[in-house]
T-cell receptor, first 110, second 114 residues
Framework: RKEVEQDPGPFNVPEGATVAFNCTYS??????FFWYRQDCRKEPKLLMS???SGNEDGRFTAQLNRASQYISLLIRDSKLSDSATYLC???????????FGSGTRLLVRP | DAGVTQSPTHLIKTRGQQVTLRCSPI?????VSWYQQVLGQGPQFIFQ???????GRGNFPDRFSARQFPNYSSELNVNALLLGDSALYLC?????????????FGQGTRLTVV
């Protein structure tokens, strides 16, 4: 079983749609959780950290369920510029490494 | 302030050769990590260095080595290159090691082994 699992997609949605991505992780000792965005052939960029209480940043909302070891990302009012791969990331129990999922690809069409 | 800078951006090497990749972290950041990303996969952890000491190593062979310098820049070395080493090599910078582990990535070095 992979340490971080994501649906690879692609999710193909129209502009203005709401889309949700899910992610599960296997290490119950993980303490830090993030969503990164990666454009084609570019480096990953931090989208948002994920906190136990849930957090929102504009059109983006992240949720964490520690009991189920599940993380989600909700994107409202999708824009064409949201088209990218979204990487679910957890720390490896000890602080020194980040473990990435394989990513979920989002395509937003006009 | 400049972000994480990596050099070179692209590199083509022959099987069996050796390669050195370089990274300069964000000013003030003392932790540098290296990741390998092959096509269609998420980045895989190779090393973390903090205050010039190795703090962690991923599941990579001994052909991979790294070091961090007093100015916190870092080098990743790969010996005896294999075709399977072709990937995007990413350097990530963090303010410190510890409970806050968000990392900021450089643009990467795209290595092609032929």
């Amino acid at each position: 079983r992979k340490e971080v699992e994501q649906d690879p997609g692609p999710f193909n949605v129209p502009e203005g749609a709401t889309v949700a991505f899910n992610c599960t992780y296997s290490n119950s000792a993980s303490q830090s959780f993030f969503w990164y965005r990666q454009d084609c052939r570019k480096e990953p960029k931090l989208l948002m950290s994920v906190y136990s209480s849930g957090n929102e940043d504009g059109r983006f909302t992240a949720q964490l369920n520690r009991a189920s070891q599940y993380i989600s990302l909700l994107i409202r009012d999708s824009k064409l510029s949201d088209s990218a791969t979204y990487l679910c990331v957890v720390n490896g129990g000890s602080s020194y490494k980040l473990i990435f999922g394989s990513g979920t690809r989002l395509l937003v069409r006009p | 302030d400049a972000g994480v800078t990596q050099s070179p951006t692209h590199l083509i090497k022959t099987r069996g050769q050796q390669v050195t990749l370089r990274c300069s972290p964000i000013s003030g950041h003392k932790s540098v990590s290296w990741y390998q990303q092959v096509l269609g996969q998420g980045p895989q952890f190779i090393f973390q260095y903090y205050e010039k000491e190795e703090r962690g190593r991923g599941n990579f062979p001994d052909r991979f080595s790294a070091r961090q310098f007093p100015n916190y820049s870092s080098e990743l070395n790969v010996n005896a290159l294999l075709l399977g080493d072709s990937a995007l090599y990413l350097c990530a910078s963090s303010p410190r090691t510890g409970e806050v582990t968000e990392a900021f990535f450089g643009q990467g070095t795209r290595l092609t082994v032929v």
